[in-house]
Structure formats: structure tokens, C-alpha cells
């Protein structure tokens, strides 16, 4: 079975610093790999998704992540944060079959900004 | 187009007492999930639906049952509410097999 760790529960980042959070996944295969974001009171909102090729996927709101098989890693980095970028962000990776894509998702890095 | 739609947003319920969660949504998707999300925990699926007519359980299906009335519409029905299933609800749908999945806004649920 799947699994996705991130392993920083909270980080604390000054406006206009860049930023990377991390993801470390576990699958037997060829993984489908996600970051969503989640704004408080809010659903999820994809970034980004990585399903094959260019190993550097470019996302929304400037977002980007690098999916590197050698570390199973998948981090996503933004080079100047925006105050507006506080929320709670999920790596999830997929496991996809004819009975649909199951998402695993890791347990979320909580990203405060300080002026 | 409205995406995904759940009711209620809020629910407060007894111990013992049943609801229905309701997910609709309006891009034609094949495929629907219910989603609980813990504090720390992330989400974990609760049952899926891969296509109109199939239902399928997902890692934490025990206390729960769901029904895909049509293509559009995926509820979610706990019979006797627990205080462990407080929790933040969230359907989601995705077009079919390696798509992304797309969020509704979700349903806070407090069981006392």
C-alpha cells in the first residue's frame, strides 16, 4: 500500500522568503503524485500534479514541485511567499486501477506567514 | 458551474441519532469519494464510487454507508452517530482513473 509523509507539521516563513515543504512517498510503482491546498473553512484546491515527464511541474500561484525517484520525494517550492499563501497544504499520491484513482494523502504542513 | 456541492456545511448530532450527507456534483464526473479529515491525520477515504451504479469501501468505512443515487449525486448515511465521527467531511469527484480529484467545500460534523 501507498503512504505519504510530510514531515513538518508547522512552518513559519517571513513574506517574501522562498519556501519549500516536503513530501516523501512510498508506492511499489510509477507514482501519480499531488499537492493541494486547503485555506481555512475551505475544500481542497490542486496546485500541482506530477503523472510522467518533465520532473519539474509548474502549479498555480506560482507553485512549483520536482519529483525525484532517488529520493522518493516530490517538494514544493515557491521562490517569494505571499501573506496570502497561509493555509494548510497536502502531498497525496495515487494509485490508480479500473476501480478509479485512490489518493493517499499525507497528514498536512500548516504554513503561517509573517509580515 | 457550481463543482462540488455538499449539505449541510454544519450538523450537530446526539449519539445514536442518523444523517445523511449529501454530495452533488455538475462536471460529469464518473467517479465520487467521501473523505473524513482528522486533525494531523490528513484525509482518509471513507467509500468510493468509481462509476454510477458501483460502491466501494475505502480505508475507514466502518460506522458509514453510501449510496450513488445517479451520477451526479454520491450521499454518505451514519445510522448511530458515534462521538469518533466527529470530523470534517468532504466529498470530492474526479473524470475517471488518473485524474485529479476536485473538493467540495465540506461538511463539519460534531457528534456528542
Known amino acids: 500500500a501507498q503512504s505519504v509523509t510530510q514531515p513538518d507539521i508547522h512552518i513559519t516563513v517571513s513574506e517574501g522568503a522562498s519556501l519549500e515543504l516536503r513530501c516523501n512517498y512510498s508506492y511499489g510503482a510509477t507514482p501519480y503524485l499531488f499537492w493541494y491546498v486547503q485555506s481555512p473553512g475551505q475544500g481542497l484546491q490542486l496546485l500541482l500534479k506530477?503523472?510522467?515527464?518533465?520532473?519539474l511541474v509548474q502549479g498555480i500561484k506560482g507553485f512549483e514541485a520536482e519529483f525525484k525517484r532517488s529520493q522518493s520525494s516530490f517538494n514544493l517550492r515557491k521562490p517569494s511567499v505571499h501573506w496570502s499563501d497561509a493555509a494548510e497544504y497536502f502531498c497525496a499520491v495515487g494509485a490508480f486501477s479500473n476501480a478509479g484513482n485512490m489518493l493517499t494523502f499525507g497528514g498536512g504542513t500548516r504554513l503561517m506567514v509573517k509580515p | 458551474n457550481a463543482g462540488v456541492t455538499q449539505t449541510p456545511k454544519f450538523q450537530v448530532l446526539k449519539t445514536g441519532q442518523s444523517m445523511t450527507l449529501q454530495c452533488a456534483q455538475d462536471?460529469?464526473?464518473?467517479?465520487m469519494y467521501w473523505y473524513r479529515q482528522d486533525p494531523g491525520m490528513g484525509l482518509r477515504l471513507i467509500y468510493y464510487s468509481a462509476s454510477e451504479g458501483t460502491t466501494d469501501k475505502g480505508e475507514v468505512p466502518n460506522g458509514y454507508n453510501v449510496s450513488r443515487l445517479n451520477k451526479r449525486e454520491f450521499s454518505l448515511r451514519l445510522e448511530s452517530a458515534a462521538p469518533s465521527q466527529t470530523s470534517v467531511y468532504f466529498c470530492?469527484?474526479?473524470?475517471?482513473?488518473?485524474?485529479?480529484?476536485?473538493f467540495g467545500p465540506g461538511t463539519r460534523l460534531t457528534v456528542l
Open positions: 506530477y503523472f510522467s515527464g518533465d520532473t
Open positions: 470530492a469527484s474526479s473524470v475517471l482513473a488518473g485524474n485529479e480529484q476536485f
Open positions: 462536471m460529469n464526473h464518473n467517479s
